[in-house]
């Protein structure tokens, strides 16, 4: 009984490691350059956004607002949900609000609004995590010269950090529609275009305050 109860134990752990290493998606711990930035929250205080974010205490304003070129993650439970990439003037900060104030936001990141809240709703824990490179020296063109300078070239260290997911999992986080060809899920689109007409009816009231960048 007692080599019975041995096995039945060795065998129930081998069969956890082996979900663990082919049925459940990649883990943040597993990506070495990352660092964590804070967690989503539930906002109960405005009509329209649903979550904010909270800073860890030892973000320093200077990262929050760092220029520099950077790939970020959303994680649930410590599962990858979303890669993305950023290279907005005010940093991570500016990119986190795309989400939690998603203004004229596309219909990706306004549906990741809800997708979060849905997950917060369900008592799971929601983090964004950051990886960035140094700036290189490079070429900068203007319209009339080509300068020298640093740069930092975050688009293709956007495509490595995915292309390093899609070899290791086979596919993209769930939360990539687009790489994924999935289209994004009908309640959130529902609420996109409920939300696009409101904003159509109310446009000459609108300000700039939000307007869209180049990130994913």
Request: with cysteine; proline share 2%; glycine share 4%.
């Amino acid at each position: 009984n007692s080599k019975r109860a041995v096995f039945t134990a060795l065998f129930f752990c081998l069969l956890k490691k082996l979900i663990r290493k082919y049925l459940t998606d990649m883990e943040i711990s597993k990506v070495h350059t990352a660092k964590k930035m804070g967690d989503f929250r539930k906002r109960e205080d405005h009509e329209k956004y649903k979550i904010n974010f909270e800073f860890l205490e030892n973000i320093s304003p200077e990262t929050k607002k760092d220029r520099i070129g950077r790939v970020y993650y959303i994680v649930v439970n410590n599962i990858i949900k979303k890669i993305g990439g950023s290279a907005s003037k005010d940093g991570i900060k500016s990119t986190i609000k795309f989400y939690t104030e998603f203004g004229r936001a596309n219909s990706n990141r306004f549906a990741l609004h809800y997708l979060i809240r849905k997950e917060l709703d369900n008592n799971n824990k929601v983090e964004v995590w950051m990886t960035t490179s140094p700036k290189a020296p490079g070429k900068i063109s203007g319209l009339y010269s080509i300068d020298d300078g640093l740069v930092a070239a975050y688009m293709e260290m956007e495509e490595k950090c995915k292309s390093e997911y899609k070899k290791s999992e086979n596919k993209f986080p769930d939360w990539n529609f687009k790489e994924n060809n999935k289209k994004t899920p009908k309640e959130e689109m529902q609420k996109y275009a409920d939300h696009i007409k409101e904003y159509s009816d109310s446009y000459d009231e609108d300000d700039d305050e939000n307007e869209n960048e180049d990130e994913d």
